[in-house]
């Protein structure tokens, strides 16, 4: 994926792949970081966007779901 301005550093690369481009072997992020994160970039709080419905609170990350502090300046 990739990623420009708005708090991003610039001209970096986090994290590495095999040696056909396939599969990550270092620094993985899982998906719910990753909406943790342009979530966190937009100005919103992942844990506080939450919905209810049939009883339970629901949210984009899940019960998951970090901010990748290593890709913001």
Same mark, same amino acid.
């Given at each position: %994926?990739?990623?420009?301005? &708005?708090?991003?550093?610039?001209? %970096?690369?986090? &994290? #590495? !792949?095999? *040696?056909?481009?396939?599969?990550?072997? *270092?620094?993985?992020?899982?998906?719910?970081?990753?909406? #943790? !994160?342009?979530?966190?970039? %937009?100005?919103?709080?992942? *844990?506080?966007? !939450?919905?209810?419905?049939?009883?339970?609170?629901?949210?984009? =990350?899940?019960? #998951?779901? =970090?901010?990748?502090?290593?890709?913001?300046?």
């Amino acid at each position: %994926m990739w990623l420009a301005g &708005g708090g991003i550093k610039g001209g %970096m690369a986090h &994290g #590495a !792949t095999d *040696e056909f481009g396939w599969h990550a072997v *270092e620094k993985k992020v899982d998906v719910r970081d990753l909406h #943790a !994160t342009i979530l966190h970039l %937009m100005g919103l709080d992942h *844990e506080k966007l !939450t919905y209810r419905y049939s009883g339970r609170d629901y949210r984009l =990350t899940d019960v #998951a779901g =970090t901010v990748v502090k290593g890709v913001l300046k």
